[in-house]
């Protein structure tokens, strides 16, 4: 059997064309509209297609349509964004929010649209509707090909539980398969080979040649001891036994529910998973290559968005850690969205910047990143919550989207001559106490036209990150 795309391949502009039961499998769901992947879990996925929080069908279905254009063409998550983040853009899904939940009726400050939502849409649905397509084909071929062997990706993003379980053969019709058939996780690779007793005899032999410890098999394992944990749905007070290392929302046999639903109507629609799930401590999110701090990662597909958004910019990510790569991204796409003027900027680049100069600095339409800084997320990302909480930057900027938004205001002063303009300047000097104190010390720490400039940046990081600005930042919101 043809294995599955590797995570990389799914990425890569020669990922070929899904089998047809896989389109089919993806084709067929229909929408329905979700707040909470929680509402409604396991076999329901297979007759539904929803995001989280997208409470449009017609946004939903645009969403829909591009996956199905991108699965059919063989396409890759580049093609899937840069057609659709125009459109959740111009729509208003993107960025954070302030939704209803439905069950609770409480307004909530929420997650929309962002790169790391989009690419779990994209590699969720993909693998799921893969998988699906080849259960379909292990079913027909299983008479030749009697067995299944679990292969996992030994590599320092597997889980250990999914480790342990590489090698596994088992028989196709095996009761183990219905909650272990993979994926049995947020961003998981696994998969599984189908075997006859010849393949199983050779691989056997060869694991056993690599390793005298590895016995040779004449025929399939017996299925693992199920450690069962219930997990309880806070949305619904549900509580389910999970097998041990799976995440709660992939128990089940994605393959053998869209057979059970296949000749059913789709009138119960499921709710498919939540994209902002907390995933278990050894889980990785996608597309992080390396522990945060190290370089050499794969910034490409968001130095590709920033591309498609400024066509005109030259950008270089080498270096930057991916979370702080997908910040950038979406700062620039909300930016951008209501400010055409930034597709002036000529460069986005990482180099050594001194202490004195920060994390960033904005030289007329070039944009330069401290390296040191963005290699790290997760320091990074402290030291600003630090700064917000001293009040040295304005409230609802605790994320590294600040840092980004507060350059892009530094352009956007430059490109409208803000630091010139005689009410901006005067309203500066007359409110320089208040500005300190509401907007930021930083905001107010300089004099002539540096401190006008930081002013103004201060005051449009608050503008793009606060979802309620305070007074001075929403006084200044006229001139942006």
Known sequence: MKPLPSESDLFNPSFELPP???????????????FSYLDMMHDAHSTSFTVAKMLDMDLLNDVKKAMT???????????????????????????KGKMVDPVTGEEKDVQLGSVRRLKTVFLTNMRASLMAGQWADIQENKRMFPYLMYDAVKD?????????????VLEVDDPWWKTHYPPNGWNCRCDVIQMNQRMLEKQSAFENKKDPNNPIKSGPDKAPNEQLVPWKNPRTGETIMVPQGIDPAFAYNVGESQAKHLNQTFEEKAKETEKEFKLPENAIQLPEAGKPGKS????????????????????DLNG????????????IIK????????EEIESIKVGDLTKE?????????????????????????????KSVKAGEIPEGCGNVEYIIDHELGHILTNLKKLSHNAEVINYFYKNVQNIRTGLSKYAGKYVGQRGVNEFLAEAFAELQNNLTPRGIAAFMKKWF
Do not use: C
């Open 20 to 34: 047809e039961k896989a389109l089919e499998f993806f084709i067929n769901k229909g929408l329905k509209e979700t």
């Open 69 to 95: 254009k991108v699965m059919a063409e063989g396409q890759t998550f580049k093609k899937f964004a840069d057609e659709l983040i125009p459109i959740l853009v111009s729509k208003g899904w993107w960025g």
């Open 156 to 168: 320092n993003r597997t889980r250990p539980q999914h480790r342990a379980w590489d090698g596994l």
């Open 296 to 315: 050499g990662k794969d910034n490409s597909d968001y130095e590709n968005i920033i591309k498609t958004v400024l066509p005109k910019t030259k950008v």
């Open 320 to 331: 930057v850690d991916p979370k702080a790569s997908e910040a950038i991204v979406n700062s």
């Open 335 to 342: 930016a951008k969205s209501s400010h055409h003027e930034l």
């Open 357 to 385: 100069k920060g994390y960033a600095q904005t030289k007329g339409k070039k944009v330069t990143l401290d390296k040191e800084a963005f290699s790290d997320y997760e320091k990074l990302l402290k030291e600003i919550k």
